[in-house]
């Protein structure tokens, strides 16, 4: 039984309160998601990411095709007792504490009084607001909110979670402990679908993504699959390197910068390999800085899928 | 089942930390303002305008309550995005639309309970002041049990109008909800006058209009006996009977468009 099932999922809006035209949202999506997967549901602002995860929440209904989660249809209340989910720039009652939110969303999942406490406080433990329980949610910040939402996502145990844009609103650290957060859910055969837009995200934590522009999916597999990201070429860093040197290996550089005094920033071809110059680098009394896959960013692959979209 | 008592809970909690009890220390204030005013001022009448001034103050205080926490019952939660984790959860629409009602039920019900023993303390306090319990001119007791009738009616009312809120909430604004909640609850005053419009028009499709607009819309006027009790003229229970299982009805027939409207909403 896959995870998440979608089949030809359209979702078209009515724009305009005088004369409304149709604003296709998102265009026949057809994905599948195994269990325990997590899966990065990737693409630029607008692209549809938040109109999928709402059609797999049932919060809107889809114009045509459909979806299932865990093999059931979406809205299924026994399946629901079983995802989690995470709204975009999430907002909850201001009126609760961060303990009475949780307690409230736990006591909806049936849970017992002794076993809503228990739940309730180990999670506001795991996602770092312990402290700040009893402070009511209108004087939280953006990150501590997002921080009660991703806790409430989880709060049953879910065998699939769903988060939209995770990250967004968090610190370094916040996202860092996000990261670490999904990878616990991972191991503990969670499926976690997430979108997102930034693609180090998707790196650090996918084991496939899927890839939406302009409201239809241009692309899915692994990332080192798709084509885009492939690595195209080198960006080594090295210090101590004088211009004579630099001269000399001129025609094995693709392209120079100058980072400061004899230090350069020197892209590379794919092939041969960097060892090879750096090696030779070495020899002649350079030292590495760094050395790094060149490959497109996510922005640059998002600007040539769009671009490929419009009409022409 | 249990869903929907956690959601009503939760609005009781809502309602409760926005502060709407303070309209009871406000009832309270003004009953016992009033109450010394018309000590210096009445001859021998003020129990039975304090009755007058007491229920009428319940029903506005009440109504004012229904509409403005029923307006914003479902659509606060659609505005400030609320709605999307509560609705992942283990939940219908259907319930939340249920555990929205019984939760501002329960706040009105609360209110008027309170109201009440406010009402009665003062009651009884004036008469205390007066030295009698009875007075032929006051047509009734001052601590008169039957003041319970029209209080329940009260509450009836009450509840026609959080569900005619509720419904307005599940598809439009609270502005708009306001307005329309307002207009139906003044019309239910006066709808009577539809039943008998034929009198008044020769045209026989606005007649058949009239009657059908009178059947439609909430018959708030019978459910007030206040004037009655007031003046201690007996309220038969086959009428209180009456008006509850109508407003029972006309309340479910309500909640079920709601939840039909509801069920059927996109959150964008």
Not at chain 1, 18 to 47: C, D, H, I, K, M
Not at chain 1, 182 to 211: K, N, P, Y
Not at chain 2, 215 to 232: R, S, T
Request: charged share 20%; glycine share 8%; aromatic share 10%.
């Amino acid at each position: 039984m896959l995870a998440i099932e979608t089949d030809s999922l359209s979702k078209s809006f009515a724009v305009g309160f005088w004369r409304p035209r149709s604003y296709r949202a998102l265009e026949g999506l057809t994905l599948a998601v195994e269990q325990g997967e997590t899966f990065g549901f990737l693409g630029p602002n607008g692209a549809g990411k938040t109109t999928t995860l709402k059609l797999l929440m049932q919060l809107i209904y889809p114009t045509s095709g459909r979806a299932e989660v865990l093999g059931r249809p979406v809205g299924d209340v026994g399946v629901k007792r079983r995802i989690g989910y995470l709204p975009e720039s999430p907002y909850f009652y201001d009126y609760l504490t961060a303990e009475e939110l949780l307690s409230y969303f736990a006591s909806l999942f049936g849970y017992a009084a002794a076993d809503r406490r228990r739940r309730v406080s180990a999670l506001l433990d795991e996602v770092g607001i312990a402290a700040e329980r009893r402070l009511p949610l209108r004087k939280f910040s953006k990150g501590m909110l997002q921080r009660v939402g991703i806790a409430q996502a989880i709060l049953n145990d879910p065998d699939v979670v769903f988060l939209d844009e995770p990250m967004s609103g968090l610190d370094p650290l916040g996202r860092r402990e996000v990261r670490n957060l999904i990878l616990r859910l991972r191991d503990r055969g969670c499926t976690v679908f997430f979108s997102s837009h930034v693609l180090a995200d998707a790196e650090a934590l996918c084991s496939r993504v899927a890839i939406l522009a302009q409201g239809k999916l241009v692309a899915t597999g692994r990332m080192s699959e798709i084509h885009a990201f492939q690595v195209r070429g080198w960006d080594l860093v090295v210090g101590g390197l004088s211009p004579d040197t630099l001269h000399k290996h001129a025609g094995r550089i693709t392209k120079v910068a100058r980072v400061a005094e004899n230090q350069y920033a020197l892209e590379l071809p794919l092939n041969p390999t960097p060892d090879l110059l750096l090696t030779d680098l070495m020899t002649e009394g350079a030292y590495l800085i760094s050395l790094n896959p060149l490959r497109e960013t996510l922005e640059d692959y998002f600007v040539a899928q769009v671009q490929k979209q419009r009409p022409r | 089942m249990s869903a929907i008592r956690h959601i009503a809970v939760n609005v009781f909690r809502e309602s409760v930390r926005d502060k709407v009890p303070y309209n009871l220390v406000l009832f309270a204030l003004m009953l016992m303002g009033v109450s010394y005013l018309l000590g210096q001022l009445s001859a021998g009448q003020e129990i039975k305008i304090i009755k007058d001034l007491g229920l009428a103050a319940m029903s506005l205080f009440g109504s004012f309550i229904a509409v403005f926490i029923g307006i914003g019952l479902v659509s606060k939660e659609v505005e400030r995005r609320s709605i999307y984790a509560l609705l992942a959860k283990p939940i219908s629409r259907r319930q939340l639309v249920m555990g929205k009602y019984l939760g501002l039920v329960l706040t009105l019900l609360v209110n008027i309970a309170v109201m009440t023993v406010a009402f009665y303390t003062v009651l009884g306090v004036m008469a205390w002041m007066d030295g009698s319990w009875f007075r032929p001119h006051w047509g009734a007791s001052a601590l008169d049990p039957a003041l319970l009738k029209a209080i329940a009616m009260i509450g009836l009312q009450l509840m026609i109008v959080t569900a005619v809120a509720l419904l307005f909430s599940t598809f439009s604004s609270p502005m708009l909800a306001a307005g329309l909640t307002f207009g139906l609850y003044i019309i239910g005053h006066f709808n009577a006058d539809l039943k008998n419009f034929e009198a008044v028009v020769d045209s026989r499709p606005i007649a058949y209009l009239a009657r059908a607009m009178y059947y439609l819309l909430p018959n708030l006027a019978p459910l007030d006996v206040k004037a009655q009790v007031v003046h201690g003229v007996h309220v038969p229970a086959g009428l209180l009977l009456f008006n509850t299982a109508y407003a029972l009805v006309y309340i479910a027939a309500l909640l079920v468009v709601a939840t039909f409207i509801f069920a059927r909403r996109d959150f964008k």
